[in-house]
């Protein structure tokens, strides 16, 4: 199948990991992800004005008329406020979690297992909500890992808040939110969000940090993900 994409700017920033990830995860389960031309900023979290942080997203939706009807957006600031400047239903605006189904990624080749292994999944604030963009399955990383034998911790802190948005604004509460739940936490830490990433990399210390994307490409054979 066919996806405009929209990498928004932290994944052709500190985010090229997740970018990475993500058109690898894509192109194994025989899809193919176009991007978007010339696409502009979303405005992320920095506009107050909502009006002008939709005109911005709904500027990316224009340009990907005549590509496909789905879009994918991995930054869930990015499919947040894709989704809400898609008001005339126009596109099917999806966060790659949306459609990370066990369905959805059963066309994957599995080759390692996770038995014995224990993960924290972290989704953090945007991915589970609002309700209206939020991802419809609350527990996609949980059950991913649970199917190929590891168990899940942190689920009290999965969706509290890291402080990444005020990171450059006042680190010191950043730092703080980030280690109330990097104490919650065992095993790596599974997370989609740059932000989350950053934040939680900053303080982690000897704990790791790693995108879904990884793991999923981990028990496909990559090398070099975990």
Request: aromatic letters at 10%; proline letters at 4%.
């Amino acid at each position: 199948m066919d996806y405009a994409y929209y990498p928004g700017c932290s994944l052709t920033g500190s985010a090229r990991r997740l970018d990475k990830g993500v058109r690898k995860v894509f192109r194994l389960l025989g899809h193919t992800l176009k991007d978007i031309p010339d696409w502009n900023c979303c405005g992320a979290f920095e506009y107050g004005d909502r009006k002008e942080l939709t005109r911005l997203s709904g500027e990316n939706l224009r340009k990907a008329k005549g590509m496909a009807r789905e879009v994918i957006a991995p930054c869930p600031a990015c499919s947040k406020n894709l989704k809400e400047a898609n008001g005339d239903g126009d596109f099917r605006v999806y966060n790659p979690l949306d459609l990370f189904s066990k369905d959805f990624l059963s066309g994957l080749t599995i080759k390692r297992d996770l038995k014995g292994q224990v993960f924290t999944p972290y989704y953090g604030c945007v991915l589970l909500r609002p309700a209206e963009t939020a991802i419809p399955n609350t527990s996609v990383m949980e059950e991913f890992v649970m199917n190929l034998g590891a168990d899940v911790a942190g689920e009290k802190v999965k969706d509290r808040c890291c402080g990444g948005n005020r990171f450059f604004i006042n680190k010191w509460a950043t730092e703080k939110l980030s280690r109330m739940i990097l104490e919650k936490s065992k095993g790596p830490i599974l997370v989609f969000c740059p932000l989350c990433h950053m934040a939680l990399t900053t303080f982690s210390g000897n704990e790791r940090v790693v995108y879904f994307t990884d793991l999923i490409l981990y028990v496909a054979g990559e090398e070099g993900t975990l």
